[in-house]
Nanobody, 115 residues
Framework: QVQLVESGGGLVQPGGSLRLSCAASGIIFSRYAWGWYRQVPGKQRELVAALNSGGSINYADSVKGRFTISRDNAKNTVYLQMNSLKPEDTAVYYC?????????WGQGIQVTVSS
């Protein structure tokens, strides 16, 4: 059974940090390209960061220099380290896995940046 389980979200003050984790099971993790998306009510889901199986990384302009995506193939986990968080980073964050066989999505996890 394929499963993506996200963790690490929550409430943080502006300027704070959070690390999101996405643990995958039921797949060959290393074959996938991984990414993090986010969505706020009334808006389209947007790409935050992407990391392909070859190691190439892309970030949305709004998070460059503040967020870092990484993967640990031994733990079947992809991470999103978020620093210097801003209120506009508030959203539901989704883990995404891409392979030629299809696309995987996590259940989503809330990140709220507020004082």
């Amino acid at each position: 059974q394929v499963q993506l389980v996200e963790s690490g979200g929550g409430l943080v003050q502006p300027g704070g940090s959070l690390r999101l984790s996405c643990a995958a099971s039921g797949i060959i993790f290393s074959r996938y390209a991984w990414g993090w998306y986010r969505q706020v009510p009334g808006k389209q889901r947007e790409l935050v960061a992407a990391l392909n199986s070859g190691g190439s990384i892309n970030y949305a302009d709004s998070v460059k220099g503040r967020f870092t995506i990484s993967r640990d193939n031994a733990k079947n986990t992809v991470y999103l380290q978020m620093n210097s968080l801003k209120p506009e980073d508030t959203a539901v964050y989704y883990c995404n896995g891409e392979y030629y066989t299809g696309t995987l999505w996590g259940q989503g996890i809330q990140v709220t940046v507020s004082s």
